[in-house]
C-alpha cells in the first residue's frame, strides 16, 4: 500500500485545512488508519485514528473538539479536517495505515506511511 499525504500549507491561527490521504490500491475492511505529525525538535506525536469500518475513532487530548478524521472507502481516501488552527499544530503530517482493522495511537502498530505534508500555522 502507498500512500500519498496532501492538503497542507501556510494558514493564520484560528483557520482550518483538510488534509487527505490517497491509498494506492484498495485497502480492505482491515485497515485501520492513522495521521501523526513531528514538529521540528520534537518525536512524531499520533493526532487522530479510525477504523476502515468506520467508527472507533481516536484523538490526542490536544485536537479534540478541533479535529475530525473521517475516510471514504470507495475513493480509498481518508481525511483529517483541522478547525481552530494553533501555532503549536504546526508540523509535517503523516498518514499511516495499519493490517489491523483498529486505528491506534501508536506508530509501532502501522506497517505503511506515507510521505507527509507540512502545516504551518502563524499567530
Known amino acids: 500500500v502507498q500512500l500519498q499525504a496532501s492538503g497542507g500549507g501556510f494558514v493564520q491561527a484560528g483557520g482550518s485545512l483538510r488534509l487527505s490521504c490517497a491509498a494506492s490500491?484498495?485497502?480492505?475492511?482491515?485497515?485501520?488508519m492513522g495521521w501523526f505529525r513531528q514538529a521540528p525538535g520534537k518525536e512524531r506525536e499520533s493526532v487522530a485514528a479510525?477504523?476502515?469500518?468506520?467508527?472507533?475513532?481516536l484523538y490526542a487530548d490536544s485536537v479534540k473538539g478541533r479535529f475530525t478524521i473521517s475516510r471514504d472507502i470507495a475513493k480509498n481516501t481518508v481525511y483529517l479536517q483541522m478547525n481552530s488552527l494553533k501555532p503549536e499544530d504546526t508540523a509535517v503530517y503523516y498518514c499511516?495505515?495499519?493490517?489491523?482493522?483498529?486505528?491506534?495511537?501508536?506508530?509501532?502498530?502501522?506497517?505503511?506511511w506515507g510521505q507527509g505534508t507540512q502545516v504551518t500555522v502563524s499567530s
Open positions: 490500491k484498495r485497502t480492505t475492511s482491515n485497515n485501520g
Open positions: 499511516a495505515a495499519s493490517r489491523s482493522p483498529y486505528g491506534s495511537s501508536t506508530a509501532p502498530a502501522y506497517n505503511y
Open positions: 479510525i477504523s476502515w469500518r468506520g467508527g472507533s475513532e
